[in-house]
């Protein structure tokens, strides 16, 4: 039988908008922080990734651990279908100094039975099949055995990569007949679907819905003018999305931007179009005064995104790995 958390005064409980979007932005700073992963929300960021849609609400699919008014973990689930399955994210965190006490086997706990209820309330979601997926930091100690131990076996990889600018940037002309132009609100569509159909080519492809969009352009922060769209006449022949997290750059002490989704679309590869749109990308941010861009990659992408990446100057940064079971396993 497993130890219930020995930790005097937890008490777990759904997650409250009212009240924990500051402390869970707070708390996942600090983890993420001791855990050296490049990813420090603030209040806003946090709130704006958790919109309430049809796969996630945090009222529902959330729960935070306090001890008195101090958050020690943090639980989330959502599903999305894929072409030949769906897959439910299970995330964990605990504070460090609370780990190895049980609370992390709790929150997982707690997270594959929402997943499991979840399952149940859509057993005809396309007759696919369905799987829980664990994104880890293979950099975390311990994090690889407490995985095991759960019953996941590891199950593709990648990488966040990182370069920069103030090293030189490689001449990349644009094809032929294509031409970059500035992003008008009129094109938000037809670069997001270009951008949907490009990454259909990626391993496990995921549906993308109505929700997707519109929480995309409705991101504080959002600035266009950083993106590089190439088209062709009036279609989109590719993209990369750069975006600049203020507050998380502050709380880093950096000046980054992040290539959030970098796409072509069939027609126009093996052209140099991603080479020309990314290095495009690198020395506008670079004007801006920006002094790093990162990215993040799977490792066995099958449009060979990795070695463009290294071509252009991008070196590994830090390493993920997705961990999976399937969800009758539980």
Request: avoid cysteine; charged fraction near 30%.
């Amino acid at each position: 039988m497993r130890r219930e958390p020995t930790i005097p005064g937890l008490d777990i409980r759904a997650f409250d908008p009212e009240r924990d979007f500051e402390a869970g932005a707070a708390f996942l700073r600090d983890v993420d922080r001791h855990d050296a992963w490049d990813w420090l929300p603030s209040a806003t960021d946090l709130a704006s990734l958790w919109t309430p849609s049809e796969r996630f609400d945090p009222m529902r699919d959330a729960v935070v651990a306090r001890v008195g008014d101090e958050v020690v973990g943090l639980a989330t689930t959502d599903w999305r279908a894929h072409d030949t399955f769906v897959s439910h994210e299970v995330s964990v965190w605990v504070r460090p100094a609370r780990r190895r006490r049980g609370l992390g086997r709790r929150l997982l706990a707690w997270a594959e039975a929402r997943a499991r209820d979840v399952r149940r309330a859509k057993p005809g979601e396309n007759g696919l099949p369905h799987v829980l997926d664990a994104y880890l930091a293979v950099e975390v100690a311990g994090v690889e055995t407490f995985a095991e131990a759960a019953g996941y076996s590891p199950h593709t990889y990648g990488f966040l990569m990182l370069r920069q600018l103030a090293e030189p940037i490689p001449a990349a002309p644009l094809p032929e007949g294509l031409e970059i132009r500035p992003v008008q609100l009129s094109d938000h569509r037809l670069i997001w679907d270009a951008d949907t159909e490009a990454f259909r080519d990626h391993a496990e492809p995921s549906e993308r819905d109505e929700a997707d969009f519109e929480h995309w352009f409705s991101q504080p922060g959002l600035d266009t003018s950083l993106w590089r769209v190439a088209w062709a006449g009036d279609e989109v022949a590719g993209s990369v999305m750069a975006m600049i997290w203020a507050e998380e750059n502050a709380a880093l002490g950096v000046r980054r931007a992040w290539l959030e989704h970098v796409s072509v679309r069939r027609p126009w590869r093996r052209m140099g179009l991603a080479s020309a749109l990314i290095a495009e990308s690198l020395r506008v941010l670079r004007e801006r005064g920006l002094d790093q861009a990162i990215l993040g990659v799977h490792g066995e992408n099958p449009t060979g995104a990795v070695g463009l990446y290294e071509r252009l100057g991008f070196h590994v940064h830090r390493r993920w790995q997705l961990w999976r079971k399937p969800i009758d396993a539980v």
